[in-house]
């Protein structure tokens, strides 16, 4: 869902999920993501497949 936060399954950082577009990658859909690197805002688009919902944890907790 929008404003989830998520990480790839294979690790990196925490990121927000903006949204999620059709056709991007073969019997997926790409979900759209930002995070910082540093000050720098980052945004890339993933699989739904490689991400996995973070659980809500300290790190999470300090941001709400």
Known sequence: ????IVRLKSG???????RV?????VGTPGVVCVWFDKSAQQEA???AEALEKCEAGPRS???A
């Open 45 to 47: 688009t993933f699989p």
């Open 21 to 25: 577009s059709s056709g991007k990658f």
């Open 12 to 18: 990196g950082p925490e990121m927000t999920v903006t």
């Open 61 to 63: 907790a300090a941001r």
């Open 1 to 4: 869902p929008l404003g989830a």
